[in-house]
């Protein structure tokens, strides 16, 4: 276990956080003493019922739209049941408990990591802490939200029903708790430093503060996704899916497609395919108005962030539009002196004219070294040979090909990715996992360690080839 930071003073901030972690500590050394893998499970799907019954389902997906003013209410029921749901499938069988392999004379013995602090964002205010707390019980830990000051009304709902739901199981609430309001950053700070292990879903400047606290740290990168459509792509299917994705719950997906990158010879046919699905291309004083409303100089426009496109046209002055359903301008550049190659969390995206399929990758490349490297690169094409091309030469974990990127990357039911709402970037992206966090991450692995038949291999086995090559 993690030893708390030590200071001859505390402030009443601090003293209440320690509080909580004594009371989570308490209950994770009871729930782990006698468990076995029922226990853990009935745990896990115990909190994962107190969000996927339909009615509650509903209320804190309504509670989250109101209290944050982010996403909308219908793509935030789905994303709750259908992550949730997914995250179960994938865990239903897992062994987290007791020994878990014997092989080869080592017995691998799962064991919990503690307290866990997770700090989660106000763009998944209910789907990512759910997400936490079902990975934390089914591995044998206690788990501490700490959520946005945006999401604090509807994380105290979502803990109240988790509480209810463990009781009817048997399990201690104090399993599950979150810093009480007000939050602040001294709470979340002195929550980093006292628990077992972080995982930190957020800002970049929160995952810098969990790296810096002494405490292992799982944080994620920042998204700003490039999809390059290709001259060999389904164009209809892909703007389909590109405007099913990139509008899904308003664009608070880390997932959603930031920069549409098309190459030269299918360019006119995209934006026009585009056009009917919903993607509406501006040009002119449209263009000019977007982005004076949009991009201002202490940053994003936070009224457009997650809103409706209604919205984000009014914010910008222009004509309502019933038929439109995002917004694209063209590409100017790369960098901070051009904010539409940035993550944008609204229903705008930027569209990148490239020469052809070379061209688009070092445009694609550019993007994500400027923001988003590591996280992942989408890829409409019929040519699967530049799907893994992209794996072997970007600097990005998962290269999503022919999918509606956001409903892709973090699980889905048809391909193989864990269900997750947090994207590990690797060291591109500043990141100790490129995977998609899930329950592994929580677990240590006490291996007992026998002897087996000796396996010594002779010199010459070693190292013939390299004699034949280099000499002796």
Known sequence: MAVAVLREKLNDEEREIDALVVRARAAQERYVDGATQEHYDRAAFAAAWALMEPARNSELAEMAVATTGLG????????????TLGLLRDIRHAKTCGIIEEARGITRIARPAGVVGAVVPSTNPVATPTNNVINALKTGNAVILSPSPKGVQVCEKLVGYIHDELRKVGADPDLVQMVPAPVSKAKAQRLMEAVDILVVTGSRNNVQRAYASG????????????VIVDETADLTDAAAKITASKTFDNSTSCSSENALVVVDAIYDDFVLALDAAGGRLLAGDSEHMLREALFRPEGLNRTMIAADISMVLKQADLPADPDARFLLIEGQGIGAEHPESGEKLSLVSGIYRARDFGHACEVATEILKYEGAGHSIGIHTSDDSRAVALGHSMPTCRVIVNQAHCFATGGAFDNDMPFSLSMGCGTWGGNSIDDNFNHTHLMNITKVVRTIEPNEPALDDIFADHWSVAGK
């Open 215 to 226: 405490t292992p740290a799982i944080g994620v990168g920042v998204g700003n996704v490039p």
């Open 72 to 83: 909308n209410v219908t793509d935030k029921i789905t994303k709750n049941h259908r992550k």
